[in-house]
């Protein structure tokens, strides 16, 4: 089956920590992205790459980094420089086949970090 | 800028009655709309997206949306309601604001069908 999966599903960390959020797809999408949820809110775009090797923050970018060294991977790295890390972190792909502007977003299952 | 208002927190509807979850846009161009689902602890998954031609947009699941361009609106649409519906429904706008590569997302609606 082609999809996105993200792991852990479950992660706690404790304040000062750095944490990594594993994402990765085998649908052969170009573009990645990553968002953060948070209970009454929409999705908030973190980062964003169109390719590998490349990637651009988004509205919430402040204490988080990112890496695309391979097409099919995305990680994600929260940084004790975020101060309110807890959410539910959701890692999304477009196909860019026929041009990505029409292209639906196809979402991983998620991962919720927990800051103890 | 461009910009997607879902007006409404949250629909109860009983089932097998019509549902309908609101959804107003503001673009500078022509609008590329979509709506997802999000269940409980999971992923969104993409039920419709309008791009251009029919107004009327049909998805999966039975849902339906109409894009009106006077009423700025892509209000999503079923027309019996099943209690496995009840999750939760974002609207979505690419934004070509930024060259066409983010969506900008609606803060959500919460549908209960009560059975």
């Known amino acids: 089956d082609g999809g996105i999966t993200q792991s852990p599903k479950y992660l706690f960390r404790k304040e000062g920590q750095n944490v990594t959020l594993s994402c990765e797809q085998n649908l052969n999408h170009d573009a990645m992205y990553w968002y953060r949820q948070d209970p009454g809110q929409g999705l908030r775009l973190i980062y964003y790459?169109?390719?590998?090797?490349?990637?651009q923050k988004g509205d919430i970018a402040e204490g988080y980094s990112v890496s695309r060294e391979k097409k099919e991977s995305f990680p994600l790295t929260v940084t004790s420089a975020q101060k309110n890390p807890t959410a539910f972190y959701l890692c999304?792909?477009?196909?860019?086949?026929?041009?990505?502007?029409?292209?639906?977003?196809?979402f991983g299952p998620g991962t919720r970090l927990t800051v103890l | 800028a461009q910009s997607v208002a879902q007006p409404e927190d949250q629909v109860n509807v009983a089932e097998g009655n019509p549902l309908t979850v609101k959804c107003t846009y503001s673009v500078s161009g022509n609008p590329y709309l979509f709506w997802y689902v999000q269940y409980p602890n999971r992923g969104l998954q993409f039920l419709l997206k309008y791009i251009t031609g029919d107004n009327l947009v049909k998805g999966s699941y039975g849902f339906e949306a109409e894009f009106n361009k006077s009423q700025t609106s892509f209000h999503l649409k079923k027309p019996s309601a099943l209690v496995s519906d009840s999750a939760l429904y974002f609207c979505a706008v690419r934004d070509f604001d930024t060259g066409g590569f983010k969506t900008i997302f609606g803060a959500g609606t919460r549908l209960f069908v009560k059975a």
């Open positions: 790459s169109q390719i590998v090797n490349d990637f």
């Open positions: 999304a792909s477009i196909g860019t086949s026929g041009g990505s502007s029409c292209n639906e977003q196809f």
